[in-house]
């Protein structure tokens, strides 16, 4: 080994250069304010020709300003979202407290897979789990639970738990021949057939429960539905609620839904379905949970009030869960992945265990600390703790509770706004949340009223087909019109997820999770639509 150049390759790559490294990080920063001046999207087109043909690979070590290099072009070129004219779907801007705790955790580069690989940041988990729990299931003694890749492995862990409550052993001997089934409904994120599929259970073996006009899932179908289901000796594995769905905000009964599955599996010596709950985006409406609507410190609108007194008893619901998905990277304006999978009873967490036969060596104090014992994962990131904690802790319980009353205030607005125009019609106006889902039509046309006979199930099926598509092409006009340093980025839905007679619904969308999106962006989107029809 020629030991002159392998301790310059040291020297550059595994020892900590202060100025060069800061010299670095505030080039990166340079361009992030730089990136605040510009329009949202217009920073450099992407060249995937020879993405895949010209990957190539230096030959001779260089130093950090060469991986500077090799990443640039990419880094100026992604959009940080930071934008307010972002209100696509459901991401926000990441919160600077965030960035803090993931520069930390990627200083020390933790794996989380068990905590002698980890020390600290293992405490940190614990911490940061038991914070979203306290937060969501509010009064409870034994939460237990860990970050994953994503809200679609949040989801997969409790379509697994429910699996194996169900049919105890599945994880050794498989599902074999016997019948399983999971419910959700039809407004629910797509992770969930996802997961169905990955599990082995199979996605027809999922069964999606139509929705009311609130997008919650309805009871007398999902009644209906454990019914036919039980009839068959068919074991219902899970039901994953929803509370929060990604398009317009549906938020299941979830202590309805308890009590349902109760009943049934009772009356049928049944199993009881594992409750989990996907609140991937919902969840942090739990922050309003203590706001205090007599006192109103936020002086929040007068009709902000009701939303936040319906939040409030929505999230009561979360009590009757067995677990729950959190997406930090989505309404907690942390970085990327910060999922929490989170169980309300620990010992639910023994489904999970590798082995039986090991059972007794994984007392409390071990499981504990050594989540590799049951996650899916052997590495695991850590930047959800730290990401969770640092932001948490920088903006406070009272900051993301006003970070939230403002996304609901802001929805409410624009709903308010469409309502006042006889050709838009608001298609979640029953819903609370941060987004909104609306048809655009022709000026002239009763918005309201053909909805009303679309769900009277008076509208034929031309005339559907003719509005829908109206609804789509005004939507394009309006992107092909637009002025991206002022029109606010809206997104399509092809199915807003209530299906009034089985039709699927297209509609604009809105989501109001960056704090810096204000009632002038909302004014300009509605100048945007009286304009241009
Ligand atoms: C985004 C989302 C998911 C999936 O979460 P990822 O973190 O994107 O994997 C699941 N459920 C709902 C309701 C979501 O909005």
């Not at 599996?265 to 949970?289: E, K, Q, T, Y």
């Not at 009277?456 to 006009?477: H, I, N, S, W």
Request: glycine fraction near 6%.
């Amino acid at each position: 080994m020629d030991r002159t150049k392998l301790d310059e390759l040291i020297r550059t790559f595994f020892t900590c250069d202060r100025r060069k490294l800061s010299q670095i990080f505030d080039e990166l920063l340079s361009t992030m304010e730089a990136e605040e001046s510009l329009p949202p999207g217009s920073l450099m087109s992407q060249n995937y020709e020879t993405a895949q043909a010209n990957p190539e690979i230096h030959t001779l070590p260089g130093n950090l300003k060469d991986a500077r290099d090799a990443i640039f072009p990419f880094f100026w070129g992604t959009d940080g979202w930071n934008s307010k004219l972002h209100v696509e779907n459901v991401r926000g801007p990441a919160n600077y407290a965030s960035l803090i705790g993931t520069i930390a955790c990627l200083l020390k580069n933790p794996n989380l897979c068990v905590d002698t690989y980890s020390q600290r940041s293992n405490e940190l988990e614990v911490k940061a789990i038991t914070a979203l729990a306290n937060l969501v299931f509010y009064h409870t003694d034994s939460p237990w639970g860990v970050f994953t890749m994503g809200g679609t492995v949040s989801n997969l862990y409790g379509g697994k738990l429910g699996i194996e409550k169900v049919l105890p052993g599945a994880m050794q001997t498989g599902v074999r021949e016997h019948r399983l089934a999971g419910i959700v409904s039809e407004a629910a994120h797509y992770s969930n057939a996802t997961l169905a599929g990955w599990l082995g259970m199979g996605t027809e073996n999922l069964h999606a429960v139509p929705t009311d006009r609130a997008l919650a899932i309805r009871l007398d179908l999902l009644a209906e539905k454990l019914d036919a289901l039980y009839a068959e000796q068919i074991r219902v594995a899970f039901i994953i609620a929803t509370f929060g769905g990604t398009d317009a905000f549906g938020i299941d009964d979830i202590t309805a839904i308890r009590q349902l599955i109760e009943e049934k599996a009772r009356a049928r010596n049944m199993p009881v379905p594992h409750l989990h709950v996907d609140a991937a985006v919902g969840w942090s409406l739990c922050f309003l949970d203590e706001y205090n609507l007599q006192e109103n410190p936020f002086q929040l609108e007068e009709d902000t009030l009701p939303l936040v007194a319906a939040a409030q008893k929505h999230c009561q619901g979360f009590r009757h869960a067995d677990s729950v998905t959190i997406d930090f990277h989505k309404m907690g304006w942390g970085h990327y992945p910060a999922s929490a999978f989170i169980v309300n009873r620990r010992a639910d967490l023994k489904h999970l265990f590798r082995s039986v036969h090991d059972m007794p060596y994984f007392c409390e104090a071990e499981y504990r600390r050594d989540p590799a014992l049951f996650t899916l994962e052997c590495s695991r990131a850590a930047i959800g703790p730290y990401s969770v904690m640092a932001s948490l802790n920088g903006l406070g319980l009272i900051g993301c509770r006003m970070l939230v009353a403002n996304a609901l205030e802001m929805a409410h607005l624009l709903k308010k706004r469409l309502g006042q125009l006889d050709y838009c019609k608001v298609l979640n106006a029953e819903t609370i949340g941060t987004s909104v889902v609306w048809w655009v039509l022709p000026k002239g046309r009763n918005a309201a009223a053909i909805f009303d006979r679309l769900e009277a199930g008076q509208l034929e099926p031309e005339e559907f087909q003719r509005y829908t598509a109206e609804v789509r092409r005004l939507f394009d006009k309006r992107q092909a019109a637009l002025d991206p340093a002022q029109d606010a980025r809206l997104s399509f839905t092809n199915n807003m997820g209530y299906r009034p007679h089985g039709l699927e619904l297209p509609a604009w969308k809105a989501v109001f999770f960056n704090p810096k999106t204000d009632a002038a962006v909302i004014e300009r989107v509605i100048y945007s639509i009286e304009e241009m029809i």
